[in-house]
């Protein structure tokens, strides 16, 4: 089945630092990638997504890279916020039933 | 809409006890899934529902879990005889299609002492 790896968290930055969190994954076939963010007291929220090698995913200030050769979709900020504290989980979507997720990276922004 | 509602939020029972949680989709959404997250680790897949049809069950439910979404609305998760195994986040999520956003719960927060 699908697996997905992340960095390990927490990440701890300054404001304004620039923000790479790794993703790597293992999939049969060729899967959307996505990236989910957890704000504190909040429900997991879809922050961006890929469907197809090459392609950019962004919202928010944030990017990703569905890079099919090294397996990888790395999440990139250029100036953290904040707010931008949460937990983000890296994931696949085969289109199948179910999302598989990697075991989320907590990121901290210090004033 | 305000979303996907689940409810309770938090609850706390005694090992062996039987618990029951709903999830409320977003209207409309003919596709709803469970998902169970422990501490650290990201949400992992239980079971989904296409209108009132279960058709998917991971293995990570065992006998004692049963899931329903009576006429494609609301669901209920339900565990027999819990264990302390059992304490974790329980997530709901819904969709509209396969292949668009899943829109997640708050999730309930199961404790079993």
């Known amino acids: 089945g699908d697996s997905v790896t992340q960095m390990e968290g927490p990440v701890t930055l300054s404001e304004e630092a620039f923000l790479t969190i790794n993703c790597t994954y293992t999939?049969?076939?060729?899967?959307?990638l996505f990236w989910y963010v957890q704000y504190p007291g909040e429900g997991l929220q879809l922050l961006l997504k890929?469907?197809?090698?090459?392609d950019k995913g962004s919202n928010k200030g944030f990017e990703a890279t569905y890079r099919k050769e090294t397996t990888s979709f790395h999440l990139e900020k250029g100036s953290v916020q904040v707010s931008d504290s949460a937990v983000y989980f890296c994931?696949?979507?085969?289109?199948?039933?179910?999302?598989?997720f990697g075991s989320g990276t907590r990121l901290q922004v210090q004033p | 809409d305000t979303g996907v509602s689940q409810n309770p939020r938090h609850k706390i029972t005694k090992r062996g006890q039987n618990v029951t949680f709903r999830c409320d989709p977003i209207?409309?959404?003919?596709?709803l899934y469970w998902y169970r997250q422990t501490l650290g680790q990201g949400p992992e897949f239980l079971t989904y529902?296409?209108?009132?049809?279960?058709?998917?069950k991971s293995r990570l439910l065992s006998d004692r879990f049963s899931a329903e979404r009576p006429k494609g609305s609301f669901s209920t998760l339900e565990i027999q005889r819990t264990e302390q195994g059992d304490s974790a986040m329980y997530l709901c999520?819904?969709?509209?299609?396969?292949?668009?956003?899943?829109?997640f719960g708050q999730g309930t927060r199961l404790t079993v002492v």
């Open positions: 999520a819904s969709s509209d299609r396969g292949d668009t956003e899943a829109f």
């Open positions: 529902f296409q209108n009132e049809a279960q058709l998917e």
């Open positions: 994931g696949t979507d085969t289109g199948r039933r179910a999302l598989t």
């Open positions: 999939a049969t076939g060729y899967p959307s």
């Open positions: 209207s409309e959404h003919n596709r």
């Open positions: 890929a469907t197809k090698a090459d």
